[in-house]
């Protein structure tokens, strides 16, 4: 039986940088964020 999740996320990580996408379980785009790694809690919120 194929288990089917509600969301998708692909990080792509960069020294300074991350973009992540979300994708709904129909792979429609949920979200799409730009985000700098060195503001720490903008990250942990985005996650959280």
């Keep these: ?3 089917k999740f509600a969301y998708s996320i692909g990080v792509d990580l ?3 940088s991350m973009t ?3 994708l709904d379980a129909n792979g429609v785009l949920a979200e799409r ?3 700098s790694t060195r503001c720490k ?3 942990r919120e985005f996650f959280s």
């Design 20 to 22: 992540i996408v979300v």
């Design 33 to 35: 964020k730009n985000i």
């Design 1 to 3: 039986m194929e288990k």
């Design 14 to 16: 960069h020294k300074d």
């Design 41 to 43: 809690n903008k990250v």
